[in-house]
Nanobody
Framework: QVQLVESGGGLVHPGGSLRLSCAAS????????IGWFRQAPGKQREKVSC????????YIPDSVKGRFSISRDIPTNTVYLQMNGLKPDDSALYYC?????????????????????WGQGTQVTVSS
């Protein structure tokens, strides 16, 4: 059974940094991607990063490019979202999700994906 557990959220001042972690378990191979999403009250859910666990390719949308980065640690099946230069608009509940794909097929993180496993979320609040 796939399980995703996020951690690392909290309260930070504008301009500060946070690193979120997503610990993944239950996967039998590396043919999956982990995406980070966020949702603030009254706003649509937004994908803020993605990493293909098999080949390490990543996607960062323009909205957070230059401030957010994503990395993976294969031995621990953990994905990190490093967030720098945080702004009040970055305040949201951050989730990680998994999208499994067939072995041998191509996967591109910039596509919409089929996110069928979700963590419980971790709150990020950017405020002075």
């Amino acid at each position: 059974q796939v399980q995703l557990v996020e951690s690392g959220g909290g309260l930070v001042h504008p301009g500060g940094s946070l690193r979120l972690s997503c610990a993944a378990s239950g996967f039998t191979s590396n043919e999956y991607a982990i995406g980070w999403f966020r949702q603030a009250p009254g706003k649509q859910r937004e994908k803020v990063s993605c990493v293909n666990m098999n080949d390490g390719s990543t996607y960062i949308p323009d909205s957070v490019k230059g401030r957010f980065s994503i990395s993976r640690d294969i031995p621990t099946n953990t994905v990190y979202l490093q967030m720098n230069g945080l702004k009040p608009d970055d305040s949201a509940l951050y989730y990680c999700a998994a999208d499994r794909y067939y072995p041998g097929s191509a996967y591109y993180c910039d596509l919409a994906g089929n996110w069928n496993s979700w963590g419980q979320g971790t709150q990020v609040t950017v405020s002075s």
